[in-house]
């Protein structure tokens, strides 16, 4: 996790990162002891150096409105002496570096415009350098000095935009991650949103079961696949005889109760392979892959059984077509001799099957 990790592990900085920064600056541990010997001068002078600073910062409209109240100015006074001081401390190792890059994410956090900082640290840069030249007298020494303090806080500097742009980056990869789990997200509702309206496209709503406009298309399908295999498939088409005396009589509530009911015998009764649909009207139809004509009147006759159970006073009559490899028909053809011979079990009293 991030939280038990340092800044500097977080970005990877190691000894020999920081080693090579000084090198491109040419900051040598010379410089660095000689900033560490005015150590004393600092110390003598941090209350000037903030109070003048933060004189000159709140005068700033930008700086002023983030700073916000006189709190979090003690707070900012407080971090601010411990970093001039630390300009000077002799100790430039990796918890000076972690410190830098503290600064670098307190101040993305908080929202403090780059510009802003840089405007900052050249005010400060100025204020310590004043201190210096005032105190210091050896101009070689000065000079020096000078020069090793512009050096250290340039390398300060980039510490801390490294700090601030490792957190827009890590803020721009988690806005991103977010997005794309929200796309993904999206397109499995839309996915899923899509696979119901293609299942209720393909569905009768009344009964549950596939309407005429699915019956043909897996029809067709598993024609294909039987002509392929070259196995039996048969097909069933039946109606519920004189329906419309039922609903002329009863209401189209019962008669709308008798379709559900036949819906929910042809779920049941079939194969897992098997496909029942609704034609239309009081018109159902049985797809029966791998079936032949006597295993489809087998099944039929649990149709008619499990129909008259409940509905002892009404009848079907069924038609039975089938497709072998010796008998190669289309799915219309298939449809119109099954629909011939359900017309030639209405002469039959009762349900009837005519295969």
Known sequence: MRTDQTLLEQMKISDVDIASRMDVLALTKEELQILSSHQKVIDDNIDIIVEEFYEKQTEIEEISLVIGDADTLLR????????????????????????????????????????????AIRTLKNIVNTVLKRTIKAEGVLETTLDALDKLIYFDTRLVFDAYIDSLVREVESAKRKTEAYAEGLEAKVAQRTKQLEEQAKTDPLTGIYNQRAMQELLRRELSVSHRRQTVLSFVYFDIDNFKAINDKFGHIEGDD??????????????????????????????????????????????????????????????????????????????????????????????????
Not at 96 to 104: D, E, H, S, T
Not at 108 to 115: F, L, S, T
């Open 76 to 119: 900012l006074r407080s971090a601010q002496r411990r970093y001039v001081i630390d300009l000077f401390s002799g100790h430039y190792d990796r918890e000076y570096v972690n410190n830098r890059l503290r600064i670098g994410m307190i101040h993305k956090r908080i929202g403090v415009d780059p510009r802003l900082y840089l405007s």
């Open 258 to 355: 008798v379709l559900k009911y036949i819906g929910k015998i042809l779920k049941k009764i079939v194969r897992e392979v098997d496909i029942p649909c609704r034609y239309g009207g009081d018109e159902f139809c049985l797809i029966l892959p791998d079936c032949a004509n006597e295993d489809a009147e087998i099944i039929c006759q649990r149709l008619i059984k499990a129909f008259n159970e409940v509905y002892p006073e009404y009848s079907l009559s069924i038609g039975i077509s089938e497709a072998s490899p010796h008998k190669h028909v289309d799915s219309q053809e298939l449809i119109k001799i099954a629909d011939g011979k359900m017309y030639l079990a209405k002469k039959e009293t009762g349900s009837y099957i005519c295969n």
